[in-house]
């Protein structure tokens, strides 16, 4: 079994590394996912709804703070919906037997 | 690849999230049968490493860009069940918390990149397996290729108008899916060398 202190840095460094990708060169090369290509090619819009952390920003925090921290917040809540499955599927489980 | 909400028909939306359900049922019934505490370490190991490799975007010079999907790796490490589970924990995440990938396109996502991904890396994965380098790389590409083609025909089954989109996203993804299935090989054949128990296949 791999260390958990080894899955943890993998983590910590794909976070730390990511506002490189989707801020820095987002910006510089203004690029688009083949997705929103298509969706632009039928005329079509994404509503345009309020999201506390909508595109992995905070308000009020500088947008590379922020994305660094919404992959924080993200893994947490990774984390903390696999610990309630975890209880439900135990349960289940002790149910059958 | 995440869908945004406001693109799909409502019948699109509601037979996605009724074939959802549907698996979803039956992946819960059949990991609750083998459910421990180390896969529930691992299950949320490779989520965590997948949610923080998708925050990643690569741009392409023209103009577009692509993320790790990560469906085909989910199915070869944790097998197709954990791995869908894996999957729609990183997809709910993004829709529920980020708005990455819309609530009423939540079953589509998941059909493509959970369901289909997932499911078409493991078999192929499971059927080239005698070198992880092949088998890594192709199930890694077929996966994206699978499901960024299923995107599109969730959009052409909305907007029949026009199959220009489907076509976009069916060659994008044959190209883009090159990256997946490098990246899904170097990881296999990694732990395939440090710690071959963690493969699933």
């Known amino acids: 079994m791999m260390k958990p202190s080894r899955w943890l840095i993998i983590v910590v460094a794909l976070i730390l590394v990511s506002p490189l990708f989707g801020i820095y060169l987002a910006d510089l090369v203004g690029y688009s996912e083949p997705l929103d290509i298509a969706i632009e090619m039928l005329g079509l819009e994404e509503w345009r709804d309020e999201w506390p952390l909508k595109d992995y920003s905070i308000p009020g925090l500088d947008p590379y703070l922020g994305y660094i921290a919404s992959g924080f917040i993200g893994v947490g809540a990774v984390a903390l919906t696999i610990f309630i499955l975890d209880k439900a599927l135990t349960y289940v489980g002790k149910k059958r037997n | ?201």
């Open chain 2, 1 to 201: 690849m995440h869908i945004p909400d406001g693109v799909l028909s409502i019948n699109v939306v509601v037979s996605t999230y009724a074939v959802l359900v549907g698996v979803a049922y039956a992946a819960f019934s059949k990991i609750s049968r083998v459910w421990s505490s180390s896969l529930t370490g691992k299950t949320s190991s490779i989520a965590a490493v997948v949610f923080a490799a998708q925050m990643i975007n690569w741009p392409i010079p023209g103009g577009t860009s692509l993320h790790f999907v990560g469906g085909a790796l989910s199915g070869i490490m944790l097998g197709p069940w954990a791995g869908f589970t894996a999957m729609l924990t990183v997809l709910l995440v993004q829709a529920l918390v980020f708005h990455d990938g819309g609530l009423t396109a939540l079953g589509a996502n998941a059909i493509n990149m959970a369901v289909v991904a997932v499911f078409s890396g493991y078999v192929l994965y499971k059927v080239l397996k005698r070198s992880a380098w092949i088998a890594g790389f192709t199930s890694g590409w077929l996966s994206v290729f699978l499901a960024g083609t299923l995107c599109g025909i969730e959009l052409w089954l909305s907007n029949p108008l026009s199959i220009a989109p489907l076509i976009v996203m069916a060659l994008w993804h044959a190209a883009l899916g090159v990256v997946e299935g490098a990246i899904t090989a170097s990881a296999i054949v990694y732990v395939k060398r440090k710690a071959p128990q963690l493969i699933e296949v």
